[in-house]
Structures are given as structure tokens and as C-alpha cells.
């Protein structure tokens, strides 16, 4: 039986991360046609169907993400490299694909700079390896996220029949504590001042349940069915639905963060982005993806 080099991409950080690696796990893809790939996520697998075929396919990763921290299901190679970037072992290249995002990155999100670490890093393969990896990439512009198709007929149909306006919160909580930040509920405040502020003239649609009641609030799982799954398709679904309002606030936390992809910034004359939060992540949301936001001071 013929035995093939297989270049394994795998990821043991959380949704925000594997989103803003999609860009870069296609390149190498579509760059390396004559190569087999095996992508390993801790979550949000269903990200990279788009790129699944007899040379490409997903495995499950020995640390998965349940709700907010990793869990154990088996010690392996991948487990034990969860913070080195590249490895060569049973003459197979495993790329840490979270270390190539976040690896003498000034914060976690930015792509700007991205082509030209993945170039590095391939020349640093090639040279101790002599396996030659193409990346074909001239501006990180290029990696930015393009969602797998999802077929969200229903949901629009349902979104036309409100005939009202609509914002989209995302009330969701970072992994990273963003909200530890602030002593009392933020979501809650945020929801109560869109409530106080728009609540006559808009629906208030929300990314989870909270505990607030008004007539104009709404939230995804009661309304379509969508809750929260290991392989993030809630998360593509939000986006798409984000897509089709008129206002959007989110926060700094890796759920929100699926608006950045070429569909939502692309739109971005259609809705209005307020963020919630400032410093790097807004200079990035704003310049390096291009997705025209406000401030919204809490």
C-alpha cells in the first residue's frame, strides 16, 4: 500500500481562532492540489467543508472545546504540540495553525503581515526538510474568511415577515473574560439600552436567551432553532443572519468575531457595526479587515 506525505493542520484554540485561520488553511489547500491535507480543529469543524475532498479530510482533535475549555479524549503527537508551530515526525508536517495566527502577531485577530510568516515558516520547512509547501499569496487581504455556503432561505423568509427593522446583538461571553471586566451583567445593560432606545420601532434579536423581557426582543434559539454546536454552524448561521439586519453590536469575543469575513465587510453599506470595546482589536476590525464600525461606550 503506497503511503503519502500528509501535511496536518491542526488548531487547538477556540471558534475566534479557527475562523481567522480559514483563509490561510485554503491557500495551502488550493495551492498544494497535488498534496494531502488533513485539518485536526478543536471546534468549528463545519468551517472547512467547503474544502473537503479525497485529499482533504477532517479529523477530530485529541483536545476538543466543550462549552468554554478544552477537554482531554486522548494523549498523541498533536496533543503534546499544542504550542509549537511546525513539527516533521513519521515524514508528515503538522503546522500549528493557531501559533501561525497568533506567532509574533501584535493580537490575536490581525491577518496584515500573515503571508509573509507563512512564507518564513514554509522556507524554514523546506530547508530542514526539503518538502516544498507553495503558498501563493501577495497580500493578507487574500486570507480574509470566506464562510461555507449554508442555505438560510427559511430564516430570511421568516426575518421578511417581521416588517421592522432589526438589530442584532450578540450577546454572547468570551473564553478570553472579556466581560470579567465589568462588575455588573454587559450584556444585559447593552440589551436593556437598545431596549430603551429602539424597542418601540425595532426587534431586538439576540444571539442567545437572556433573562430581560420585552416585546420587541427576540433570540435565534427560540425563533430558528439555532443553539450552540462544537462545530460552530450556529455560529456561520449568526453571521448570515447579522448579514440581513440593519444594525449589528458585538463584542470582543471569537463568536461576534465570525461577522469578519468577506461577506458581512462587504455588505457593510447595508448595516451598521457598532463594537463594543477599543485599542487594537477595533484599530483592526476597522483598518486591517475593513469593516466600518462605531464605537458603543458602555
Not at 50 to 77: A, C, G, M, Y
Not at 78 to 90: A, F, T
Not at 201 to 209: A, F, V
Request: hydrophobic residues 40%; negative net charge.
Amino acid at each position: 500500500m503506497l503511503l503519502y506525505m500528509k501535511i496536518i493542520l491542526h488548531n487547538p484554540s477556540h471558534n475566534g481562532d479557527q475562523l481567522h485561520t480559514l483563509g490561510i488553511v485554503k491557500q495551502l489547500i488550493n495551492d498544494n492540489l497535488d498534496k494531502h491535507f488533513i485539518i485536526i480543529p478543536a471546534c468549528a469543524m463545519y468551517l472547512f467543508n467547503d474544502l473537503l475532498s479525497d485529499k482533504v479530510i477532517v479529523e477530530q482533535h485529541p483536545r476538543p472545546w466543550h462549552t468554554n475549555k478544552n477537554i482531554v479524549n486522548e494523549i498523541n503527537f498533536i496533543s503534546e504540540i499544542h504550542d509549537i508551530l511546525w513539527n516533521y515526525h513519521c515524514g508528515n508536517i503538522y503546522i500549528n495553525m493557531w501559533k501561525l495566527l497568533t506567532q509574533n502577531n501584535y493580537n490575536w485577530i490581525s491577518l496584515v503581515h500573515r503571508e509573509k510568516f507563512v512564507y518564513s515558516m514554509l522556507k524554514e520547512i523546506y530547508n530542514q526538510t526539503g518538502i516544498n509547501i507553495i503558498f501563493n499569496c501577495s497580500n493578507y487581504k487574500e486570507l480574509i474568511p470566506v464562510l461555507p455556503y449554508i442555505n438560510i432561505d427559511l430564516i430570511r423568509e421568516k426575518i421578511k415577515r417581521y416588517n421592522q427593522k432589526i438589530i442584532f446583538f450578540y450577546n454572547e461571553n468570551s473564553c478570553s473574560g472579556f466581560e470579567n471586566e465589568y462588575p455588573n451583567n454587559i450584556n444585559e445593560k447593552v440589551i436593556q439600552d437598545l431596549i430603551d432606545k429602539y424597542g418601540d420601532d425595532y426587534i431586538i434579536l439576540l444571539s442567545k436567551p437572556c433573562n430581560l423581557f420585552h416585546k420587541s426582543l427576540k433570540n435565534v434559539e427560540s425563533e430558528f432553532g439555532i443553539v450552540p454546536v462544537i462545530d460552530a454552524k450556529n455560529l456561520i448561521l449568526n453571521a448570515n443572519i447579522a448579514n440581513l439586519c440593519d444594525q449589528v453590536y458585538f463584542k470582543n469575543n471569537g463568536g461576534s468575531f465570525f461577522i469578519l469575513n468577506k461577506m458581512n465587510i462587504e455588505n457593510i453599506n447595508n448595516v451598521k457595526y457598532f463594537f463594543i470595546d477599543a485599542g487594537n482589536f477595533y484599530n483592526s476590525i476597522k483598518y486591517d479587515y475593513g469593516l466600518n464600525i462605531e464605537l458603543y461606550t458602555i
